[in-house]
């Protein structure tokens, strides 16, 4: 369990700095156009807030919103598998294989490259279902 939950871990701090990293992409290009939304953000810089965000920003947040939709499952996944002490080697590999998978998705998101954009969702998407299969068979051995 503990080889499990060092890769676990290590995921998720993988994963955090890479949702970090959107985020501080959506403010580099608002501080580089000093184009902002909020009125109190533009006003800092003497601007007049924009009705629209920066093309960059919105693709950006939908890379955000997408993580969001599939990163806390695999936070709440992974960590069952651990606290089940679900087979070792299968969580460490699901693990890696998600993370690397939403590293992917989140550089081929930020560029509009398809089909990979698909692909690497589709391979996350199977790691959490490898998941909910590992700890029902956890769950039905016991």
């Given amino acids: 369990m ?5 890769v676990y871990a290590l995921c998720v701090v993988v994963l955090f700095l890479k949702m970090f990293a959107v985020s501080r992409y959506q403010g580099w290009f608002r501080l580089r156009h000093r ?3 909020n009125a109190e953000d ?8 924009r009705e629209a ?7 950006a947040s939908r890379a955000w919103a997408n993580d ?9 996944l992974g960590g069952l598998a651990i606290a ?4 070792a080697t299968v969580t460490a590999v699901l693990s890696i294989l998600f993370t690397v998978a939403r ?3 989140t550089v081929v998101y930020l560029r509009g490259i398809q089909p990979w954009r698909t692909v690497y969702y589709g391979i996350g998407i199977l790691c959490l279902l490898g998941f909910c299969t590992s700890l029902t ?3 039905w051995v016991r």
């Fill in 2 to 6: 503990n080889d499990a939950l060092n």
């Fill in 35 to 37: 184009a902002f939304t």
């Fill in 42 to 49: 533009a006003a800092v810089f003497n601007r007049v807030a």
């Fill in 53 to 59: 965000e920066l093309a960059q920003v919105n693709r």
């Fill in 68 to 76: 969001l939709e599939n990163i806390p499952t695999f936070f709440a």
């Fill in 84 to 87: 089940m002490n679900a087979p």
């Fill in 103 to 105: 590293v992917l998705h």
């Fill in 137 to 139: 068979m956890t769950i």
